[in-house]
T-cell receptor
Framework: AQSVAQPEDQVNVAEGNPLTVKCTYS??????LFWYVQYPNRGLQFLLKYITGDNLVKGSYGFEAEFNKSQTSFHLKKPSALVSDSALYFC????????????FGTGTRLKVLA | NAGVTQTPKFQVLKTGQSMTLQCAQDMNHNSMYWYRQDPGMGLRLIYYSASEGTTDKGEVPNGYNVSRLNKREFSLRLESAAPSQTSVYFCASINLLEETQYFGPGTRLLVL
């Protein structure tokens, strides 16, 4: 079965510093990978996805993610963190190819300190 | 466009009571989903509907039923609520061409 793991419950970073939120995956077949963000008391919002093509994917709000097939990772990155980036981030993978079911990770809380 | 709407926003139930969570989307999406979010567990899929007239179980379907009333609406029913169903419930729909899920604002459910 497909799965994703987010090894860090929380990541703290100083404003202006680069940030990385980690995600590893396990899939059979080609991976369809996603990042979503959840701000307090809100639903999730789509950030970016990897389906095929370039390993570096750019998304909303200056975020990007790097697909690494050999390490089965899809880490979320941003060159310069903002306090407003503080939120809960979820990595997700599409389940069995041909279906539109998605498996979400447990989430990583990002805290950007002023 | 309102996107994905959910009602109610908050509900308190006693054990054994029933209720229906409503979800509607105005984006003409074919597929819709119900998730629950619990601390440390992330989002877990309860049921989904790939298209109007079809529904399938997700990871945690026990204790729930769903109805895809039409293309716009997908409801989740708890027939006999249990404290273990205390959670935040999210409905989502998907743009299949973009493979992007759009989420509602959530329903916070407390079962006493």
């Amino acid at each position: 079965a497909q799965s994703v793991a987010q090894p860090e419950d929380q990541v703290n970073v100083a404003e202006g510093n680069p940030l990385t939120v980690k995600c590893t995956y396990s899939v059979s077949g080609n991976p369809y990978l996603f990042w979503y963000v959840q701000y307090p008391n809100r639903g999730l919002q789509f950030l970016l996805k990897y389906i095929t093509g370039d390993n570096l994917v750019k998304g909303s709000y200056g975020f990007e993610a790097e697909f690494n097939k050999s390490q089965t990772s899809f880490h979320l990155k941003k060159p310069s963190a903002l306090v407003s980036d503080s939120a809960l981030y979820f990595c997700a993978v599409r389940d069995i190819e041909g279906t539109y079911k998605y498996i979400f990770g447990t989430g990583t809380r990002l805290k950007v300190l002023a | 466009n309102a996107g994905v709407t959910q009602t109610p926003k908050f509900q308190v139930l006693k054990t054994g009571q029933s209720m229906t969570l409503q979800c509607a989307q105005d984006m003409n999406h074919n597929s819709m989903y119900w998730y629950r979010q619990d601390p440390g567990m992330g989002l877990r899929l309860i049921y989904y509907s790939a298209s109007e007239g079809t529904t399938d179980k997700g990871e945690v379907p026990n204790g729930y039923n769903v109805s895809r009333l039409n293309k716009r609406e997908f409801s989740l029913r708890l027939e006999s609520a249990a404290p273990s169903q205390t959670s935040v419930y999210f409905c989502a729909s998907i743009n299949l061409l973009e493979e992007t899920q759009y989420f509602g604002p959530g329903t916070r459910l407390l079962v006493l």
